[in-house]
């Protein structure tokens, strides 16, 4: 047992991403002693898998303030803020830098995974002392190290939706059958990983962002059959609101598939519950099948707390947030992915000192924005830090997230199990800069991506528009 005072051990930050780091920014600022543990050998390991998507958001919604202020003064300068970065640029031209700043690169652990977390000394039930015990923390070295509080940023992207149409793994999808077969999330079927669509026949699964996106790049290819599985009983929710789409980004990514389909070059089959894997492509739960070689998810995630069991967590049985703020982000209420300012009152948990920010804080909610992330850093960051007034005043500079799949009255809000994220494979890499629109750089009444986003971007992230 630990004799060293619980107020004096650090704040432990899961997950070097872009929630993490920004919340190693916060804590560096405040003199907060902290140390980040990151499972992947380098930061943002969750990213790098989809460094070729381009985000919605520009530059200027993707930095934390207080990394800006950290960075600054060594010389970075900021991206042009109205450009759509890849995930590449977005750790290439930001995360990396912020990662090395003398302030942070000394409390980063890489190549560690966090396993368990208990309270020293305490089970779950045992309660007298319980808040005064230091949190313990089981790193996959076999180490482990003593924190005062814990800031889970670790994601959810490690974490997909099973194919099941019930939401558990379909019959053969956790078998030999479907070894090697199925990409999750939205693989770079254009560019790194051609050679394992191209010519083949591929079911995409999912209505959001990230199928539409992998359909797109799957028509490049040639001889590549492609099926479009849906759960919806049609795919008109999945095209968007097209010319009069706020994001015209997201609105041409719509009507691109809508083309696709016309013109057959994606067959589509709706109310496709997938029942079974099979070695010829996938069964359905009223016994229809589709033959794929080849199966993406992008069918969304969920978030793990398989780490945390010990700890006494409070989660809303739907989404698997904090139950405070599930009724701001349910995608059975909310289409639009707008979320009220929230933050360390909403994100707390009975476990006093623990919470998750982040991707992971929506649960399996798809409309998560990294400015959303940012904010809740900082208000959990002066939380613990004893500055409750900053802590309780949150602002949201969260900008109109545009169009909401509600805008097509005929359709029913996003299943978020339907709705995984997100975003286009970037464009060619000689895109041409563009320039802003002239649209006021005001943070909180214009839709994302109209917000002087260069012309000839097609971003196509998450957040709002996956939902
Ligand atoms: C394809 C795609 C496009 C998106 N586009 C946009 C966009 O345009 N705009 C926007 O605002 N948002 C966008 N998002 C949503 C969101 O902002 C991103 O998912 C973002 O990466 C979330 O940041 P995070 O720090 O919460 O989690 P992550 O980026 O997932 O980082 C989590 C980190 O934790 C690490 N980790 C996980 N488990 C452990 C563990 N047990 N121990 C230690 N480390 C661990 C991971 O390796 C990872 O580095 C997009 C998401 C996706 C998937």
Sequence with gaps: MSTTPVDTLPVVVIGAGPVGLAAAAQLATRNVPFVIVEAGEQIAASIREWAHV??????????????????????????????????????????????????????????????????????????????????LIRLSDGSELLARAIVDASGTWRSPNPLGGNG??????TGAVAAGRVFAGMPDAAGTLREKFEGKTVAVVGAGHSATGTLLALAELPGTQVHWLLRSADPSRSYGGGAADA???????GT?????????????????????????????ADGRTVGAQVIVNSTGARPDYS???????????????????????????????????????????????????????YGRAPT?????????????????????QAAAAVELDLPETGVCSTNNVNAAPAAAEESGCCGTPAPAADAKRGLATGVAGGLLTVPLVTVGAPAEQTGGGCGSSCG
Excluded: M
């Design 168 to 173: 558990l793994a379909a019959h053969g999808e």
């Design 256 to 284: 691109r598939v809508k083309d696709l389909v016309d013109s057959g070059k994606v067959t589509v089959h709706t109310g496709f519950f997938i029942h079974e894997i099979t070695a010829d492509g996938l069964v359905s």
């Design 307 to 361: 780490a945390s069991t010990e700890l006494r967590l409070d989660l809303d049985p739907i989404l698997g947030s904090t139950r405070a703020l599930a009724p701001l982000i349910d995608p059975n209420q909310h289409s639009c992915g707008t979320v009220p300012p929230h933050g360390y009152l909403e994100l707390g948990h009975p476990e006093d000192g623990f919470y998750v920010v982040g991707a992971k804080s």
């Design 54 to 135: 381009r985000l919605f958001s520009p530059w200027r919604y993707n930095t934390d303030p207080a990394a800006r202020a950290l960075l600054e003064p060594t010389g970075w300068t900021a991206p042009d803020p109205a450009w759509l970065p890849t995930g590449g640029e977005l750790i290439n031209d930001y995360l990396e830098p912020l990662a090395a700043h003398p302030a942070i690169a000394p409390n980063l652990k890489l190549g560690v995974k966090v396993e368990a977390i208990a309270r020293q000394g305490f089970d779950k039930v045992r309660t007298a002392g319980r808040d005064a015990a230091p949190f």
């Design 247 to 253: 994001l015209p980004a997201r609105g041409s990514i």
């Design 368 to 388: 998560f924005l990294l400015a959303t992330g940012f904010e809740q850093a900082r208000s959990v960051v002066a939380a613990l830090a004893g500055d409750l």
